[in-house]
């Protein structure tokens, strides 16, 4: 399982012209379902990723969570994530979970992240997307589980 994390100011998705997501200050979750991929990998990613001290303190220094600061989070499914572009000119995607696996651990993931407690937004599970979002710093990772 992958993630690009981005701290933001703001994030929304867009989905046929309509606003499906949005949130406000937070963390914008791109996550990418691979093969072999569990409810355990969701879920540790769903803590770490609300516990990771990315936001500034009185001192701007990272160290407060999205907890210690109240913020969101914005949860868009990404398989492309999982294309490994190593041979020739088109990405394969040969390690990216079934669409009914991945919709699964995606939505494992969403719950976890709620039943911490974080106000949780999210994209359309396989809708063509239009995400945007202000960045702040930018603050930007990539974890993998």
Known sequence: M??????????????EGEVVGEIGQGILVLLGVEKGDDEAKASWLAEKIISLRIFGDDSDKMNLSLRDVGGSLLAVSQFTLAGNCAKG?????????????????YDHFVQ???????????????????VSLVNDGPVTFILER
């Open 89 to 105: 000119r088109r990405p394969s995607f040969d390690s990216a979970a079934p669409p009914e696996e991945g919709r699964r651990l």
């Open 2 to 15: 992958k993630a690009v994390i981005q701290r933001v100011c703001s994030a929304s998705v867009v989905v």
């Open 112 to 130: 976890a992240v709620r039943a911490k407690g974080v106000a949780t937004a999210t994209g359309i599970f396989q809708a063509d997307m239009r």
